[in-house]
């Protein structure tokens, strides 16, 4: 089994930054995905960012509503990964979950708990 434990999250003024993290436990398989997605409410969860290993090419993919104020990166020697978000902006404002998938691309999915950033204007 595998579980994920995210930390990080807070109140923050718009403009200001953010970073997240998210620890991998368990069985993790070389080839995997980690990212982040984020649900605000009454709208559907959606992908913020993922990083794959180094074994699946270590690839990095970001939403457009976020490209050049988040990245992404991993610790795989902690299967870890961060998301630093800067210049954040209320409609930031999200429960964000990490995501693994475990032995791209033909495994398991998992979450974590999910925690709250919250974005004032």
């Known amino acids: 089994q595998v579980q994920l434990v995210e930390s990080g999250g807070g109140l923050v003024q718009a403009g200001g930054s953010l970073r997240l993290s998210c620890a991998a436990s368990g069985s993790i398989f070389s080839r995997n995905v980690m990212g982040w997605y984020r649900q605000a409410p009454g709208k559907q969860r959606e992908l913020v960012a993922h990083?794959?290993?180094?074994?699946?090419?270590?690839?990095?993919n970001y939403a457009e509503n976020v490209k050049g104020r988040f990245t992404v990166s991993r610790d795989n020697a902690k299967n870890t990964i961060y998301l630093q978000m800067n210049s954040l902006k209320p409609e930031d404002t999200a429960v964000y979950y990490c995501?693994?998938?475990?032995?791209?691309?033909?495994?398991?999915?998992?979450w974590g708990q999910g925690t709250q950033v919250t974005v004032s204007s």
């Open positions: 990083i794959f290993s180094i074994f699946s090419g270590g690839s990095t």
């Open positions: 995501n693994l998938v475990n032995n791209w691309p033909t495994g398991s999915n998992y």
